[in-house]
């Protein structure tokens, strides 16, 4: 399938006027290539009629496990890999797509590979010890005089962001200021609050090991909006700042998230420093070429046989002997029952309350409280490197423009990472959240339209990008992650879920309220290291 260059300029046009201008070649080939990959849109729908209809297929076939894990994202890993590495052989894992990782896949353009959705996990902080184990045994990192020391080759290179800001690229993602100015002012204000909230109320990764307290709630029942109106912080500069790390994070902007988990972006994971203030620690990531892919590929491996996908689980009945799980055979296209001793659900919540026959009143709940961001990455694979600007600080892992559409949050670089002398061609993955009122568009418009989108966002920084882009692969989310909605993360429904002991047990980042590896990824393990605890 093929968009033609010129169909697609068309809502670019003031950059065709700089690529004209000599900044960039003309065309030689006039099209592209490109579609949509990575996700099985009609497979999740099945399930939505099944749940509606309750016309189940009879089963073909009949398989036992020990335990069962629903879902082969990070969490359903970990929990299958822990499991499997305590000594319990009899662990099968069911994953609806054709490869496990779930938002944390990866994918490949003209031999290079490229993120689907998770690309970078922060350095795990002292609350995050499943974490910093797992970066251990994958060799990640090692202990040296009593300090954890990184593999310099997976933490992502400098320059690691810079922002594109009144005309040209600047270093980090903070819109500079003035000094004296009063968006500076406001920086340094938001800084000290952000302290002040931190000696009042933990904000830890994760979150369940800060506890829960009457300051923890306070927040959790205003939009981040309402309290930052409250403390008078109404920069402009500040406002589009901390709006894109909202959406960066949680796929919704501070009029939607809570005030807890606007406090929480900054106190538990990147921090925030004011300009002019002591330099703390500087913020590293780990990143790969393939993102977050290259983490869930890793936790997969032990599991070898035991992890089945192409089978989309249709219904989970718990039983007083045991849990009854059917699953739709993609391949065979055949129903297969399984039974199983325990039951551990990997997926979204709000698909875990679908699948579950008896309904169960805390799930049912926290599904009803729970909204989720629409999520477009779009794989631009380019034929040579772009041109850059001069007076603007070169390319970095990830490129932010202020001012664009207000979907985007910037692309990163999937070369950024090679050691290669010269730039060459390479792969960018343009990041979009979407309002949840474009969910429908995002399913049913052609693939071209929102690549067409994406580009011509683009083209206003990068000028001769359009004439570059070879092939533009789209993964689009119609849930992508669960957004902290004010009232969700102190709900007792989501308290029940992550303590549930029954034969049904719940792990995936949705317990938290709201999405990244390290709460996935410690879910996973906890459920499986309490379910080894029992058989032992
Ligand atoms: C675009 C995007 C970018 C992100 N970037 C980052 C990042 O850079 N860093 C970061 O830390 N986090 C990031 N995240 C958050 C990411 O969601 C978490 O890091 C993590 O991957 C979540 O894992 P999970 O296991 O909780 O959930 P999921 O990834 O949702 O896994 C659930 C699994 O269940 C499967 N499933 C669903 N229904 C069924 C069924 N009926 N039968 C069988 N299987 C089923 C799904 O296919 C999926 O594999 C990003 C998310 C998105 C969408």
Redesign the pocket.
Known sequence: MALTRRALLGGAAASLTLVQSGCARRPSQPDFEGGWVG?SVE??HR?RELAKSGALPAPAVRRRAAVLV?????????AARELALSGIDDVQL????ER??????GHAMGGMAC????????LPGPEAHEVAELLETLGLSQQRAGRTVYDERHLCHSPQERLFHEGRWVEGLLPPAPDGSRTQAQYRRFAALLREASAEAAFSMPTHRSGWSAAHAALDAVSFAHWLQVQGLDDPLLGWYLDYCCRD?Y?AGPEVVSAWAGLHYFASRHGFQAPGEAEGEREAVLTWPE??AWL?ERLARPLGERLHAG????SVEEGRHGVEVL?WNEAQQQAEAWSAGRVVM???LF?AA??LRRGEPALTEAARRQRHAP?L?ANLQLDEPLVERPGSVPPAWDSVRQGGDPRALGYVDAMHQSTRPHPGPTVLSA?W?LPQAQRAALLDEDWRVWAARVIADLAAVHPDLPYKVKRADL?R?GH??SIPVPGLRGSAALRALGEARGRVRF????LSGY???????T??VQVARRLAGRRH
């Open positions: 996700v497979r999740g399930v629903v879902g082969g994202g990070i969490a359903g890993l970990a069911l994953e609806l797509e496990s990782g779930g938002n944390s896949r993120p689907l959705g998770a690309h970078y996990l922060p994070d796929g993102g977050n869930a089978r989309t689980v249709l699953a990997a997926t979204p698909v679908r699948l999520w990455v990041y959240a993964m989310y992508a992650m792990a995936h980042a949705d999405s990244v590896f390290e709460e996935a990824y879910w996973g």
